[in-house]
């Protein structure tokens, strides 16, 4: 059956305080040039692990994405300038995975954060936080590998689908934890300083719902805050959305602000693909990819379910009041849409005013796609609106049968006002996922 649009929240989005709605309201407009549109690393070159856990991060100069097992840097156009499997490129004798990579355009820094295999039962939790030394990743890098105890992490404890957001003055993480099934969540911070210089560091840590995700700090440069905020979505519920102050430290503390009402399902059922019988995963509804904080907004994205079909959500919670705005998005009526991420930049209204960057992949089994990229897009002024078939598709690709993980991960890496770099996985021909990186401008 076909989708059924519900009420477009566009003018919610255009209301008196809403997100986006500084200036008079705009057309719709994807982003207008695509200034680059290459594959990125492949299923072969990843060391074979599915699902990809794709991401990439705009520098000064370059582009650097990872996924499960390597690490490739490239130029604004998409020459390769280095690359390393993770363990190599970290040092680890342990299986590393789910890497996560950002840039802080104050300091002209890279920062990563990559799970590990817990070596043993009786061995203390752990994972590496890395951070380039200078704007060059193919430079050097301060690694660390750090050990978790207390209460929060038993010995032998998994951290996984680790989250890495920032704001000025820290790095802000979360993990889920496994020991061997799901016990909490927790979030913390790390000071910037510290890392940057290659210094110790200690921090404490706190529990929070599953999939909590730090919110990144849009702007460039990044802006001072006096709060950092954490995001999760809850099915039946909406979102909880937890406050921290001090996240450089000392004295770092987070708070639940709010718990947001504002229901959704998740996906209903897998995602179909053209020609064959398997089907891939659309994920739980969780938020995949670290919200924006940009002025008095969080923004954010996720998969739900859009009548008998897997679709997207994205918006933004208001923190005065914690009032939020949420649309749809999908590439059209027969399509099966996952995989989201978003960025955000503020086009100079206070963070009242944005460009919007939504990236998401698709297949359309009566339309005869097989798994695709697409990235739509939002004007300053022009509120939250349904974004449905209008965006910039950077490729079509094939259907698989040996792979049924997808994703876990895509990302939107805002570059400056009007110029963001997306990352996504899509499926080559023979069945092995492939990734686009796109960078995407509306200048």
């Not at 929060?152 to 951290?159: H, I, Q």
């Not at 730090?214 to 460039?220: D, H, L, M, Q, S």
């Not at 954490?230 to 996240?247: E, K």
Request: net charge neutral; with cysteine; proline share 7%.
């Amino acid at each position: 059956m076909p989708k059924v649009a519900k009420p477009a929240p566009s003018a919610l989005g255009r209301s008196a305080g809403g997100p986006n709605s500084v200036t008079a309201p705009r057309p719709l407009t994807p982003p207008g040039t695509t200034n680059a549109n290459f594959n990125g690393i492949t299923q072969s070159a990843g060391g074979g692990a599915q699902p990809s856990d794709v991401n990439a991060a705009s520098g000064a100069t370059q582009i650097v994405e990872t996924v499960n097992r390597r690490f490739t840097v490239y130029n604004k156009t998409g020459t390769q300038q280095c690359t390393n499997t993770l363990a190599g490129f970290l040092g680890a004798t342990e299986d590393v995975f789910d890497p996560r990579v950002q840039y802080d355009n104050v300091n002209n820094r890279f920062s990563m954060v990559v799970t590990l295999t817990p070596p043993s039962a009786t061995g203390a939790a752990a994972l590496y936080v890395a951070a380039s030394q200078t704007g060059d990743a193919c430079g050097g890098w301060w690694v660390y590998r750090l050990t978790f105890n207390g209460s929060l992490y038993p010995a032998g404890t998994l951290l996984d689908y680790p989250q890495l957001g920032q704001d000025r003055v820290a790095l802000l993480l979360s993990t889920n934890n496994f020991h061997p099934s799901f016990i909490n969540s927790t979030a913390f911070s790390i000071s910037k300083a510290q890392v940057y210089a290659g210094a110790s560091v200690s921090f404490p840590a706190f529990s929070v719902s599953f999939t909590t995700q730090p919110a990144t700090v849009g702007g460039n440069p990044i802006p001072a805050t006096t709060n950092s905020y954490f995001l999760a979505s809850v099915a039946g519920t909406g979102y909880q959305l937890y406050r921290m102050t001090n996240s450089a430290g000392p004295g770092t503390t987070l708070t639940l602000q709010a718990t947001v009402s504002s229901t959704f399902s998740v996906p209903p059922r897998q995602v179909n693909q053209p020609g064959v019988t398997t089907k891939l995963d659309p994920s739980d509804g969780r938020i995949v990819w670290s919200p924006y904080q940009v002025g008095n907004f969080i923004w954010f994205t996720h998969g739900i379910a859009i009548g008998s079909f897997p679709g997207i959500r994205y918006g933004a919670i208001r923190l005065s009041d914690n009032v939020p705005f949420v649309a749809l998005a999908y590439r059209s009526g027969t399509s099966d849409d996952f995989n989201p991420s978003i960025g955000v930049s503020d086009a100079g209204g206070g963070g009242a005013s944005n460009y919007i960057w939504l990236n998401w992949a698709y297949t359309d089994t009566a339309a005869n796609i097989a798994t695709s990229v697409t990235v739509d897009g939002v004007l300053p002024g022009g509120g939250v609106p349904n974004l449905i078939g209008t965006g910039t598709v950077l490729v079509n690709g094939a259907a698989t049968t040996t792979n049924t993980r997808f994703g876990d991960y895509s990302s939107v890496s805002v570059e400056n006002t009007c110029t963001a770099v997306v990352a996504q996985q899509y499926f080559a021909t023979g069945g092995n996922w492939n990734t686009r990186i796109g960078r995407l401008s509306f200048c």
